[in-house]
């Protein structure tokens, strides 16, 4: 299973293991990726990214952006987050962090009735439309669950590594877009990464404000399934195989949604740039005469 719930989109990878697993060819990791419905669920993602950017440059911009800078942001967007660009390189960080054994075995539980079931709904849930999936994080769309059943998607919210998956994701997006926007303005790559700092881990109040809406994206996601099935689940998840498997998912998703950041921020910073020559010139030419 691979989190990329709407929010999103949000999701990634911390850390792995200290010891990288023997890697797998292209060709497999793909047949894994495909299996599991992640190209599915990422393309869903994707159509509303220039509405999702533009909330975000606006959010952090320290004064308003004008129509033009806006539209180069949304027409950026449009052109880096496809499915064609995140691929490749969600597919190599994919291939190097699994191992023949983990793909036989997820291939073998996504196979199962309940890896079947268990991926529809991933798909489901990542089509969901934007007022929906606000809804089930805002805890106003939920399923009736018991004590019990609760407890299952706590589980399986932890196993999964939802919440600080999002966070570095969404850490990676905004890393990622800064440093390919400096670039764009013409700063070489040192220099760009220094102006954003360099990687650090997601801070404990992004962390906690994720926590309760990705809970509730899991029971919603799963609130069809059956008892039996979300304790396969977990069973798969929490096995060696599993946690490799997630881990393996969650790089695929910082890979991807990182080449698409960085290529988009070089897209924004370099329209920027334009606009800003524009705006210079205008203001250096004198103004016409009256008279004439």
Known sequence: MTRTLPFLLLFGLTATALAAPPSVTIDTAGRLYLAAGMREQVSASLDEMPQRLQRMFQSGSHHKLDAARLAAVSKAAKRTFRIDVFEPSALAAFAAHLDPATVEKTL????????????????????????????????KLAAPASARRAALFQRIATATRATDSAAEVYMTMERSLAVGK???????????????GGKT??????????????ERYVAYDYRDLSDADLRDMLTFFESPAGKTYVNASLDALVAGYRS??????????????????????????PAPNPSH
């Open 108 to 139: 073998a539980f996504l196979a199962s009735p309940t890896g079947r079931r268990m991926v529809a709904a991933d798909v489901a849930l990542a089509k969901l439309d934007a007022a929906t999936t606000a809804a089930i994080a805002d805890g």
């Open 182 to 196: 400096a670039m764009g303005y013409g700063l070489d790559l040192k220099d760009a990464r220094a102006s954003v």
């Open 201 to 214: 881990p997601p801070p404990a109040d992004l962390l906690k404000s994720l926590t309760v809406p990705l």
């Open 260 to 285: 698409m950041s960085r290529r988009c921020g070089e897209r924004i910073g370099e329209s920027w740039r334009e606009i800003a020559r524009s705006e210079a010139q205008d203001a250096t030419e």
